[in-house]
């Protein structure tokens, strides 16, 4: 088995500047080799007002997509932090805002959902009954996506509710979707359990994408590439034995004036731990 070019390697949004227009961030991901891009609707304002766009305002993004020559294909969801799906008092909020999510995915053209796997976060404790209102929710939230051709895919956490793969597939074997999926984060895995590799097995045939992100014990953003824990090839050579074929770098800017040559950086650290987990698939 040979890897070579045969991956599609997006980036972040947030690895780039705020300020940045949605021309420039494309241009810059393009110029740093990157394949795609991944769009955050995050907790703020202003990336969650995305959600209400309207038609016109998707119109224009899509033609800058086209003009640049890089597409916006996934969308990392993390604003159900704020209205997790398991939540009591947000239930009406999270069910509207996936829903929301799933609509602006269709209108984008945006493949698969990044679905943050939170019963509850901020105000209320894990329990039976937020896990199942959780799963009620995300059952309900899949047959809506299933309605309109988008896929979620369940992100692996740095919570105990769902911080594995093996987690995340109690969720899809208990809906049995084909529109619910994994997208696992490989360095919150890593953070989570010390046999990585085994825990990426429990998903085959259902993982979508993955994150590729470095951590260190306890922390689970802001680290830069090669100064962590995660072993990517071993990871990435085990996500591409079971067919994956779709990643994202996840790291974010924090600042840096030279944020285009640590972008570009980032992208040549990661190919060549795709060529050293080509050398483990020989």
Wanted: glycine share 8%.
């Amino acid at each position: 088995m040979v890897i070579g070019n045969n991956y599609r390697l997006g980036i972040y949004e947030k690895a780039m500047p705020v300020e940045l227009s949605w021309k420039e961030r494309l241009i810059a991901a393009k110029e740093a080799g990157f394949d795609y891009l991944e769009m955050s609707i995050d907790e703020t304002d202003a990336r969650m007002s995305r959600l209400d766009w309207s038609d016109d305002e998707i119109s224009e993004l899509l033609m800058v997509q086209k003009e640049v020559g890089l597409p916006i294909e996934t969308i990392c969801f993390s604003a159900q932090r704020k209205y997790p799906l398991g939540s009591l008092k947000w239930e009406k909020e999270a069910k509207e805002l996936l829903r929301k999510g799933v609509l602006f995915a269709r209108k984008m053209g945006i493949r698969i959902i990044q679905t943050q796997g939170y019963d509850c976060y901020y105000e209320e404790t894990s329990d039976e009954t937020t896990r199942e209102r959780f799963y009620r929710n995300l059952e309900e939230g899949t047959y809506f996506a299933a309605a309109h051709g988008v896929m979620l895919a369940m992100e692996t956490m740095e919570n105990d509710f769902m911080n594995t793969v093996e987690k995340a597939m109690y969720s899809v074997n208990r809906i049995r979707s084909p529109y619910l999926q994994v997208y696992p984060d490989i360095g919150n895995i890593s953070n989570a359990t010390k046999d990585v590799t085994g825990d990426i097995k429990t998903g085959v045939g259902h993982i979508a994408a993955a994150h590729l992100k470095e951590t260190v014990p306890g922390k689970f953003r802001e680290i830069p590439y090669g100064t962590g824990q995660v072993d990517f090839p071993a990871a990435i050579a085990q996500l591409y034995r079971q067919g994956v074929r779709r990643y994202v770098a996840e790291f974010w800017h924090c600042g840096e004036e030279n944020w285009k040559e640590i972008v570009a950086g980032n992208r040549r650290f990661l190919d060549e731990q795709f060529r050293k987990a080509d050398e483990l698939l020989l």
